[in-house]
């Protein structure tokens, strides 16, 4: 099993903008969806509710069928740790999310997926919105080793945790082989443990 | 310099500094469940790996399991499914289940400290936000996603970050009709829901000095509705006499040991904190949400907020908010009419909440347009219930008595609002859609709260029956 996975750095695709501040994991994939062996086919409910509450919510809107990069505003991904929740938005096509603040369990869920979350600040982000809302098929190009994204000419720094950002331009965002490397160090932890070792 | 409770514990638990800068952090008690497994042993089957620590894992089935006709195979053949995957899993490697044939069947966060499993010192991990619990005990507790589940299967670590902590201290002493899910509310009301996001939150001071283990587990329990992803409290003689006797508990030599080491892991009085914020216990009164995260919570005597009240940058959540849940600002919360009573939830649903529901009932009836129910935390939790007459006591004023699990907290399983309903619920999220309707509505509040609404029909301020 190779040590590293892919790396990310440019990512580059047009924009969905999801305006609201925190929207939780309970409406990006309702708990019904949760009843599953497998992540398939969750791409197909993200929002399920919330597009039936709304018509002309972003995810049903034609405009930004092929989008790949998601917009949002505070707290995205706030609640429940359901790992559906990324895992929803990414098989949707969500290659990106860029937003004013993300849960710290949904950023983590979705870095362990290959979901880079980013941070950019509020003009920004209403900047950024407001233009795709308007000229939908022009793309964004995120640059994770740049911290910046480039749209229309104009660039808006982002910001992302220094071990996110290293793990994901080091392709070491998925970490199952890394926590396995030198296993020893795993057992003697264990062996000072005063509770496995009966105080 | 003294250290915090979550740093003397963080560098117990380190293993090693990763290659990406995280900390590579063993993780003493893996609990598991039906919902955020079978996709992670599929990863590990499709690996060849085995479970590294099987001994310090430990599974129930809790979000799906029906409260109401429990035989297998069940109605809901999804359910069913899962339920046989996860006994397969732990069959096949061989891990500890509590599954519906046992006495220790519950909900995850209510068994784990029953059976003694949860200790001081310990850090804990479960696919589940509100592992947050566990942490009442002086644990590092989280919830993690299913990937990391995988990795805490296969390796019995994950790569995590490290947490600042906030010193949260209740001062003071609650009021009668007061309780620790009060508190809580009051403390994300204040701090908000995302306040706590990179934080450890510490609960102390003479309040929560005074809360009994299931009281400061209801506190913990919410500490991710206010983004803080771990909640704790020092270990104490309360703790200590709490764990005596459990199934899983040290005993005899090892306990006494076991007691001087949990009393050394407790934050040091010298400690230095990332910040500091104080709440008068004695100014809280009783809780509501009026909106659509946790955060949205005014006092019993309050009324709804009005939009303008709020920074701009907030009024379209509020207004939001407001519509989905038809309420007017202005408009006092008390006298909301409610057509379901939820007491249950990894929240409230432990042997003191049901007996501190059960004394506001004092011979009253469950109003004639509310259709309530009781769900105890756990198979232990009901079988002592029902030895001292509280399921009688329930029944005879209309709750029906159903067996343990997440029930109607998050709609996996049949017990679910239809349509507009409006539930007042012990529960800990009123997110849009959270108990099964798109269009249902829940208000948060204590199991005191709950039962207060279902005889009355709609919300009051349960210090009156008191």
Not at chain 1, 143 to 148: E, G, N, V
Not at chain 2, 240 to 260: E, N, W
Request: net charge negative; proline share 5%; glycine share 10%.
């Amino acid at each position: 099993m190779s040590k590293q996975s892919f790396r990310f750095d440019r990512i580059e695709g047009t924009a969905i903008p999801l305006r609201g501040n925190n929207i939780d994991t309970d409406r990006i994939i309702p708990a019904r969806f949760l009843k599953t062996l497998t992540f398939q086919g969750l791409g197909d409910h993200v929002f399920e509710d919330d597009r039936q509450l709304m018509s002309e919510h972003p995810f049903s809107d034609p405009r930004y069928v092929q989008a790949t990069v998601l917009l949002v505003n505070e707290n995205f991904g706030s609640g429940s740790s359901r790992e559906h929740a990324p895992q929803a938005l990414k098989r949707w096509g969500i290659t990106a999310c860029l937003g004013q603040s993300f849960s710290e369990i949904f950023q983590g869920n979705a870095l362990a997926i290959g979901l880079p979350c980013a941070t950019v600040e509020r003009d920004d982000i209403e900047f950024l919105m407001r233009s795709v809302e308007n000229t939908p098929d022009i793309a964004l190009l995120i640059s994770i080793s740049k911290l910046s994204v480039k749209y229309q000419g104009r660039t808006v720094s982002l910001a992302i945790p220094g071990p996110i950002r290293k793990a994901l331009l080091d392709g070491y965002w998925d970490p199952a082989s890394m926590l396995l490397e030198q296993f020893s160090q795993v057992r003697a932890v264990a062996e000072r443990l005063p509770y496995v070792t009966d105080f | 310099m003294g250290k915090t409770l979550l740093q003397k514990v963080w560098d117990l638990h380190t293993v090693r500094q990763l290659p990406t800068g995280q900390t590579q952090l063993f993780i003493g008690l893996h609990l598991i469940h039906e919902v955020t497994t079978p996709q992670a042993f599929d990863m590990l089957r499709s690996r060849g790996a085995n479970v590294a620590f099987p001994e310090l894992t430990y599974a129930t089935v809790d979000h799906i399991v029906p409260t109401l006709n429990q035989r297998r195979p069940f109605v809901d053949e999804l359910a069913e499914q899962m339920m046989a995957a996860l006994e397969r899993n732990c069959r096949d490697f061989g891990i500890r289940f509590s599954d519906l044939t046992t006495d220790r069947q519950g909900i995850v966060h209510v068994i784990g400290p029953e059976l003694g499993l949860t200790q001081p010192g310990m850090t804990i991990a479960c696919g589940d936000s509100h592992t947050s619990t566990h942490g009442a005990f002086g644990a590092i507790a989280f919830g993690i996603g299913t990937s990391q589940v995988r990795d805490v299967l296969m390796s019995q670590s994950l790569a995590i970050d490290p947490l600042k902590v906030r010193q949260i201290l209740i001062t003071g002493k609650l009021p009668l009709g007061v309780y620790a899910k009060d508190v809580i509310l009051e403390i994300i009301a204040r701090l908000g829901v995302k306040g706590g996001v990179g934080y450890a939150y510490e609960y102390g001071g003479e309040a929560v000095e005074q809360m009994s283990m299931d009281q400061r587990m209801t506190m913990c329990n919410m500490s991710i509705e206010g983004g803080a992803r771990v909640g704790y409290v020092n270990p104490d003689e309360t703790t200590f006499r709490y764990i005596k006797g459990r199934p899983f508990a040290p005993s005899g030599s090892a306990l006494v040991r076991a007691k001087q080491w949990w009393t050394s892991i407790a934050s040091d009085a010298d400690a230095l904190y990332d910040d500091v914020v104080k709440f008068d216990g004695s100014a809280i009164e009783p809780r509501v949400t009026w909106g659509i995260n946790p955060g949205q919570s005014i006092g019993i005597t309050e009324p709804v907020p009005c939009p303008e009240e709020f920074d701009e940058a907030e009024r379209a959540s509020v207004r939001e908010a407001l519509e989905f849940m038809g309420f007017t600002g202005g408009v006092p919360i008390a006298g909301t009419k409610i057509d379901v009573a939820f007491l249950g939830s990894c929240t409230n649903s432990r042997l003191s909440d049901l007996r501190e529901a059960a004394a506001i009932l004092d011979g009253q009836k469950v109003a004639s347009n509310v259709t309530a129910l009781v769900v105890p935390g756990s198979k232990s939790v009901r079988l002592a219930a029902e030895q001292e007459g509280l399921d009688r006591l329930f029944q005879d004023a209309g709750f029906e008595w159903r067996g343990a699990g997440c029930s109607m907290c998050l709609a996996m399983n049949p017990d679910q609002l239809v349509g507009r309903q409006v539930c007042a619920s012990s529960s800990n999220r009123n997110f849009k859609g959270r108990q099964g309707s798109p269009t249902g509505r829940t208000l948060l509040m204590s199991p005191a709260m709950v039962v207060a609404a279902a005889v009355s029909g709609e919300v009051i301020d349960v210090r009156k029956m008191l």
